[in-house]
């Protein structure tokens, strides 16, 4: 058999910015529940269906569909981020972009979108739980997007160095 038959029995790599659209949806999924289970046990007062609030309409948006459709914005939203760090902060190495990622998503969220939120009341009146909790989910939220698009990146361009070799 030789090299490229048996290199036809595996199946190809995902593409990159499939990865990165799968990065930004288990993200979305996997941190709004964290939320979730945060705002559940009273570490936060922010739960993630304020995302719904500016637009939805009725007590609805508080019960488990509620919750569903949050998720799913969530999801979406996330997904919208991580081409967006793919687009602009890809190429950079390290830990700390994707921190500073986080930081910057909790200082556009709680600063300058939260007039959009009447879920979220103004920063000083959040309770020092919130705003640790908020900082540290968002710092978890960026360093998971930034440092998975980095790592793929880095290991995309070994790949093609090596393939054209």
Not at 8 to 13: E, G
Not at 34 to 61: C, H, M, Q, R
Not at 79 to 108: D, E, S, T
Request: charged content about 10%.
């Amino acid at each position: 058999m030789t090299n490229e038959q048996h290199n036809n029995n595996y199946p190809k790599p995902m593409s990159f910015l499939m990865m990165v659209f799968w990065t930004g949806l288990f993200g979305g999924f996997f941190w709004g529940v964290i939320g979730y289970i945060a705002y559940f046990f009273n570490f936060t007062e922010v739960s993630p269906n304020v995302i719904l609030e500016p637009w939805a309409l009725g007590d609805w948006k508080y019960s488990w569909i509620g919750k569903v459709i949050s998720l799913i914005f969530l999801i979406i939203v996330s997904i919208i981020i991580a081409f967006v760090y793919y687009a602009v902060l890809r190429k950079l190495k390290g830990i700390w972009f994707g921190m500073g990622f986080g930081i910057v998503l909790f200082l556009l969220v709680f600063f300058v979108l939260n007039p959009i939120f009447p879920g979220i009341k103004p920063f000083m009146e959040l309770t020092k739980n919130t705003i640790i909790t908020s900082i540290c989910l968002y710092i978890l939220y960026g360093t998971f997007i930034g440092y998975s698009i980095n790592y793929e990146y880095e290991i995309s361009k070994v790949q093609d160095k090596e393939a054209s070799t």
